[in-house]
């Protein structure tokens, strides 16, 4: 009986053994699914300008100006700006226009209202601005550079046909920094005094649009 009962445990472990052999503990590689999607991520280097540390800046411009009545001249001049936040900024400005006889001494021939010096125009004035869109200015697919829109307004003087008038101006602008110290601006200005010429004083709307450069320090 118990070498009946011993053949049986026997032949039990037999086969449990060769169940083990056949059976794989652990899947293999092989076994594993094929990654039918490779990502392939290629990374770019993007340089990016930020503003210099110093709070100043500098520049020059150019571009053209509509003096109501008096045609449009190229102008030129010079801007300092003090930077008081990230977002708001101070500007000093001056510029200069030689401006051109008006449509009533074209057609008259003769009749000049203002002799040549009176005819330059000089304005001054002291602005402020605020960067309402701060961001930023794709060149292609390499290269990215801070830019700003921005609104200005402020107050001044003009000196024009012997006068010296206040000034309001408004307008905005767009920067674009191509790198720590150096930017590149474009501004659009609305430039309002008043003029007495033939004895009715008239508000004038002297338009400006100029393009320039400007540096940090």
């Known amino acids: ?5 011993c053949g049986i445990f026997l032949r039990c472990c037999a086969l449990a053994t ?3 052999g056949t059976v794989p503990l652990r899947a ?3 076994d594993q699914p094929e990654q039918v999607v490779r990502p392939e991520i290629e990374r770019r ?3 990016e300008a930020d503003i ?3 709070d100043f800046e500098v520049g020059a411009f150019f571009g053209a100006m509509n003096v109501e009545d008096f045609g449009t001249n190229p102008v ?3 801007r300092l700006t003090y930077h008081v936040t990230e977002y708001v ?3 000093a400005a001056y510029g200069h226009t030689d401006t051109s006889e008006t449509s009533f001494e074209r057609l008259s021939g003769s009749a000049q209202l203002l002799d040549s010096s009176d005819r330059k125009l000089d304005y001054y004035n002291l602005s402020f601005g605020f960067n309402v869109l701060p961001g930023e200015s794709f060149v292609g697919g390499r290269w990215a550079f801070t830019s700003d829109f921005y609104l200005v307004g402020g107050v001044g003087s003009t000196s024009f046909a012997g006068e010296d008038n206040f000034t309001w101006n408004f307008g905005f602008g767009y920067k674009v920094l191509a790198n720590d110290w150096l930017a590149l601006r474009v501004d659009a200005r609305d430039h309002v005094f008043d003029v007495d ?3 009715e004083k008239q508000t004038n709307h002297n338009l400006e649009l100029t393009g320039g450069v400007s540096i940090f320090f």
């Open 1 to 5: 009986m118990e070498s009946r009962i």
């Open 18 to 20: 060769l169940c083990a």
């Open 28 to 30: 293999t590689a092989a």
């Open 45 to 47: 280097d993007i340089s």
């Open 52 to 54: 210099d540390t110093e």
């Open 76 to 78: 030129y001049g010079a």
């Open 89 to 91: 900024f101070a500007e």
């Open 197 to 199: 010429l033939l004895g």
